[in-house]
């Protein structure tokens, strides 16, 4: 950045002609007006600035040479801008813009004038003064709908409204105000509505600052609104005096159909038209996944209902619905729907290979992936994995029974697109938009120490209603796990201090028997099957809660069956089952200040409690700190828990973990050149445990020493944004070690190889 900026950013600007230098919205008369939102309406705009002063993409476009022959110029010219010209026309259209934008918004004796200042040899600054007056403001509202029915349904909706007595005469909430009308009419049966039927009138008296609005919405004989209505009346056999409903006559399915004939199947009120000889899916999965039933009024929002249930199916690549009026019975217009489907690949084979070098001992993982995306013609999506990894081990490996870390893992799974619960109606299961998880996995790691298997099984749901597109849940009805340790090195369990319960539970068999809940809240615009809305969020803010217990089920049966315990604990199979629960709390805020620059906070919540069966909670179940999504100063479970000092990662990686996390985040994120985004940030946090144990000293969690114990980490970071997915390399320092015999505040005594920590990551850590 300090090479690009000591470039002259001038250097490519034409004689007689000025680099844009700066921009600036200053309103002299009002001090409520947000001038942020008011650069948007400029027509011409200075090169961005990295973190508010260092123009990078310009000084990279000025190191390219004048000659653009050679490719090092065009590379150079490619990943950078090229210097914005000053314009007095797209100034003068600029002023014209920020006075049309405040009229808009009640403004209408608006005043604009721009001040142009040369600071130094080819370079213009601009200030755009406003003088915005007083605004006009809405007096009273009132309605004027020919059509009785229509105004019943408008009128019986108006708490709805974001019109009221005493708002700016803003246009923007008039067009709202048009676009809910519209949106409602069209939701109860109005097809061919939109909302050139709808125009307002304001009646101001001269040398006042109020208007009173009239909101009028035309029938179809009007003029103007026979040019926007898309069917012709007469020919339905309808008056163009009103408005009519349209009733859906006829759904028919299209199954990727090709025009040559096919196979026709009535199911309940729908037809399906298949090729010959080939039924893609089941008729009562389309059923279900229809929402536009026959003999109910035409529904756009059930429209777009059908379109992401339907888009849930893997074995369907695209989707059209077809709205073709029929004809009328009586005052009621009808429709038939036609739902066209294409088929996607049924199969496919990915394959993933990777290297590792861990401090000079190589390794490598091989993983692959089969899907089958309509395996009983449910679009019900089996997958198959199946992994295996390997690295060799140098050093003194005397007394250990392997020379090498070696995995095979492999999971069987299959998603249905649906509920699969017994005893759940149709209407229950449309209202909510799910999926039905089976899987079954296995893990065979050896170690040099032990060989350990891992057997899992689940089953969960997952699920978002139609009604709130920002709220995703999944319940988790049973999720078990099985560890066994069949081999180790010779007394290896034996060696493990009685008094490390965290370290010999972990390599001892155990049983998890767990049931969990999760709900994400988030206000992010998700993207929608008819419209693409591609405007900037001001701000993005997001929720995770979670919950889970594990052990009642069996501990209940333990009890009521009478057993005896083994050891002070009940068993099944001979086996110890954990007993627990565990609660976390997740909340994101992202403040976009434009397109290029915003600001990412952070925090986060967890604890775990053992009870009953247990007097700890599972090693993998517990919290860790550190690492690229934690306290990015450390490497992942190397902070914690509280003050415990670890002096080494290896001997004291199991004992750095606890019951209680709290994470705190803060990052400023911009946009360079090219796909690379930088980024700042402070990290704080530390886990901690809820008992005292013996080989964790410093880890208890305390309500008058936690605050002290308190993490601090700060670093920068870049990542390269290919848009599906994006790369992150992080260096995280450390500012505060809470660790005890630690340099306490590397912050004032910095030493790179002792508190700097590199991190790569695919995704934002938040």
Not at 133 to 150: A, C, K, L, N, T
Not at 306 to 327: C, F, H, Q, V, W
Not at 554 to 575: E, F, T
Request: glycine share 8%; net charge positive.
């Amino acid at each position: 950045m300090l090479l690009a900026s000591s470039c002259s950013t001038t250097k490519h600007v034409p004689e007689d002609e000025y680099l844009l230098n700066e921009v600036k919205i200053k309103v002299t008369d009002r001090d409520d007006i947000d001038t942020r939102g008011l650069y948007s309406f400029l027509r011409q705009t200075p090169n961005h600035k990295v973190l508010g002063f260092a123009k990078l993409q310009l000084s990279t476009y000025s190191l390219s040479g004048r000659d653009s022959t050679k490719w090092y110029n065009r590379w150079l010219r490619r990943l950078g801008q090229p210097p914005v010209i000053y314009d007095r026309q797209l100034t003068d259209a600029s002023c014209r813009q920020l006075q049309l934008a405040l009229i808009n918004n009640g403004y209408l004796d608006a005043e604009v004038i721009a001040d142009t200042v040369s600071p130094g040899k080819k370079r213009m600054d601009i200030r755009y003064v406003i003088t915005a007056g007083e605004p006009h403001r809405v007096s009273s509202i009132s309605y004027s709908i020919d059509d009785p029915f229509v105004r019943r349904l408008v009128l019986a909706d108006t708490t709805s409204s974001g019109m009221k007595p005493g708002m700016l005469l803003d246009r923007t909430l008039l067009d709202a105000e048009r676009a809910r009308i519209t949106r409602l009419l069209r939701n109860n049966g109005y097809y061919d509505f939109n909302r050139e039927f709808i125009n307002f009138t304001a009646d101001t008296v001269a040398g006042s600052k109020f208007a009173d609005i009239t909101l009028r919405l035309h029938s179809p004989g009007n003029s103007k609104g026979r040019t926007a209505l898309p069917l012709s009346a007469d020919s339905l056999g309808l008056s163009a005096d009103v408005h009519h409903r349209f009733l859906i006559d006829r759904v028919t399915y299209m199954v990727d159909y090709d025009g040559n004939g096919g196979d026709t199947v009535y199911y309940k009120d729908i037809r399906i038209i298949y090729p010959h000889g080939s039924h893609l899916i089941k008729p009562s999965v389309l059923d279900e996944m229809c929402h536009i039933p026959p003999g109910s009024y035409y529904s756009a929002a059930n429209v777009e209902r059908t379109y992401e249930a339907l888009g849930r199916l893997s074995i369907i690549k695209y989707i059209n619905i077809d709205m073709t009026p029929t004809g009328s019975d009586g005052q009621v217009g009808l429709l038939d729907a036609v739902i066209n489907l294409s088929r996607n690949k049924k199969q496919s084979i990915t394959v993933e290979l990777e290297g590792t070098n861990s401090e000079g001992d190589l390794g490598a993982g091989l993983g692959l992936t089969y899907q089958h995306r309509n395996l009983a013609h449910g679009s019900e999506m089996f997958t198959a994995k199946l992994r295996g990894s390997y690295e060799s081990l140098s050093g003194n490996l005397e007394g250990l029974i392997n020379n090498r870390y070696t995995e095979f893992a492999g999971e069987v799974g299959i998603t249905f697109p649906k509920f699969e619960c017994p005893f759940l109606s149709k209407s229950f299961k449309q209202r909510r938009l799910a999926s039905t998880e089976f899987t079954l996995s296995a893990n065979y790691q050896e170690r040099p120490e032990y060989t350990r298997i891992i057997f899992g099984t689940a089953w969960k749901w997952k699920w978002q209603q139609h009604t709130d597109y920002q709220k995703r849940q999944t319940f988790d009805l049973v999720d078990i796990n099985y560890v066994r340790l069949p081999r180790s090195t010779i007394n290896f369990i034996d060696e493990i201090s009685p008094d490390n319960p965290i370290l010999r539970y972990s390599y001892e068999d155990h049983f998890i028997m767990r049931m969990g809940y999760t709900i994400n809240l988030s206000n992010r615009r998700p993207p929608s099957a008819t419209t693409n809305s591609l405007a900037m969020q001001p701000s993005v803010t997001s929720l995770r809660i979670s919950a889970e217990m594990a052990g009642n089920l069996l501990y209940g049966i333990s009890n009521l069956i009478g057993q005896k315990k083994s050891d002070g604990v009940y068993k099944i199979l001979g086996i110890q089952y954990a007993q627990y629960v565990k609660g976390e709390a997740d909340y994101t805020y992202t403040r976009n200040f434009n397109t290029r620059n915003s600001l990412a906070l952070h925090g986060g919540f967890g604890i775990a409690y053992p009870y009953g069966n247990s007097s700890m909670v599972p090693f993998e179940k517990r919290f860790y700190a550190g690492g690229a999504n934690g306290v990015r100063g450390w490497g992942v479970r190397t902070l914690g828990p509280g003050s415990y000092d670890a002096r080494n990662s290896v001997a004291d990686f199991i004992n750095q973990c606890g019951d209680i996390r709290l994470d705190l985040s803060i990052e400023y994120r911009a946009k360079l050149f090219w796909v690379l985004e930088g980024a700042l940030f402070i990290d704080a946090g530390n886990t901690w445990t809820i008992r005292d144990y013996e080989n964790q000293p410093g880890g208890l969690f305390k309500f008058n020493k936690f605050y002290k114990q308190i993490a601090l980490a700060y670093g920068a970071g870049i990542r390269l944004d290919f848009t599906y997915f994006l790369l992150r390399f992080d260096l995280g320092i450390k500012a505060h070690n809470p660790a005890m015999n630690q340099e306490p505040w590397p912050l004032l005594h910095p030493r790179w190889h002792r508190d700097a920590n590199f991190h790569f990551a695919v995704g934002y850590p938040f």
